[in-house]
């Protein structure tokens, strides 16, 4: 019984004893904490962080093409794209570029199925809300998160210049010809939305 008593003793100092050292040891080292928001980590370069649109630096122009690739690539159906095709140029313009952030896994396969660094997922993280209507983010709001994301223009290879014209002007990437200034939707937009 004594024995137990003076065992729970000593067990109690050698712990206490062991705590303070930790705390020692770290005593006089530089403190890790970060004073947030007044002080950020800064995010690793490849981030999948928050999506955003990207624009043309000089224009401030949307360099997306509304040419759907990233809306077919994206495998929970969380983009949807409805586009136009412009009678003076003769190329598609996005009419509305919607992103449900809520059933999105940021997967990254839009950026990478996008020609046009038009889409990118960005370090950015802040962007938490208790409504959920406030995770659907609709296109001037993703323009406007990605105007101060800086980035470079993939270089093109002959055989994507070859698609990139003709996702520009007329022909449809997946193959379907497309009818001349008619609204058109992408799949997230549509079916496979209703199907979620
Ligand atoms: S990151 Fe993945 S899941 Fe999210 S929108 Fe892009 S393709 Fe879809
Ligand atoms: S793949 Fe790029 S250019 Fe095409 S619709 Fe998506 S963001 Fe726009």
Redesign the pocket.
């Given at each position: 019984m004594a024995g137990n008593i003076i065992k729970e003793i000593t067990d109690g100092i050698y712990n206490l004893i062991l705590g303070l050292a930790v705390t020692f040891k770290h005593l006089f080292k530089h403190a890790i904490t970060l004073q947030y928001p007044t002080e950020r980590w800064e995010m690793p370069e490849r981030s999948?962080g928050t999506?955003v649109l990207l624009s043309d630096p000089e224009t401030g122009r949307l360099n997306c093409t509304a040419c759907l690739l990233?809306s077919k690539?994206?495998?929970?159906a969380?983009?949807s794209i409805e586009r136009i095709k412009n009678p003076d140029t003769k190329k598609f313009e996005p009419q509305s570029f919607n992103?449900d952030t809520t059933?999105?896994?940021?997967?990254?396969?839009?950026?990478q199925a996008c020609n046009f660094t038009a889409i990118k997922?960005t370090g950015k993280y802040e962007f938490s809300a208790s409504d959920k209507s406030k995770l659907l983010y609709d296109m001037g709001f993703l323009q406007e998160i990605g105007r101060d994301v800086k980035y470079e223009k993939r270089e093109k290879t002959a055989a994507k210049k070859k698609a990139v014209a003709k996702a520009e002007t007329g022909e449809d990437v997946g193959g379907a010809p497309v009818a001349d200034a008619k609204a058109e939707s992408s799949p997230g937009s549509g079916e496979a939305k209703k199907e979620d």
């Open positions: 999948r999506i990233c690539a994206c495998p929970v969380a983009i992103i059933i999105c896994c940021y997967c990254g396969l839009c950026e997922l």
